[in-house]
């Protein structure tokens, strides 16, 4: 987590027992991005998640963030996949749409 201002989350979803997306491995990666940041990052992620998930992530950031007392300023993108199966790298090398959302905020230092 020191090297970069980007921090990308590209892990899997698989789908929990109700169908829904399962979120585990996306908010344990939040939480060790949090537990190690010791400066500015953008945090995106690039995991298929439904949405507010980008509102889970910045918690579980933030929370450890703030169990370790640290006051390290981070923002967070939401840069979605549509891949289909059978279809990843085509659709990866060449897509037909590409999304970016955020609350970015302007940084006088970056």
């Known amino acids: 987590m020191q090297h ?11 789908p929990d027992e109700d169908g ?12 060790s ?10 945090v995106v992620t690039k995991s298929t998640v ?9 918690e579980a950031v933030g929370a450890a963030l ?12 939401s840069n979605p996949e549509f891949l289909k199966e059978g279809a990843a790298i085509s659709d990866f090398m060449r897509p037909d749409r590409v999304i970016v959302g955020t609350t970015l905020t302007a940084r006088p230092n970056c």
């Open 33 to 42: 991005i949090g537990e190690h940041m010791t400066e500015y990052k953008v």
């Open 66 to 77: 703030a169990a370790r007392q640290a006051a390290v300023e981070f923002d967070m993108v």
């Open 4 to 14: 970069g201002l980007f921090q990308l989350i590209a892990v899997g979803t698989p």
């Open 20 to 31: 829904s997306a399962d979120l585990r491995y996306v908010l344990a990666v939040a939480r």
């Open 50 to 58: 439904p949405v507010g998930t980008a509102d889970k992530v910045r």
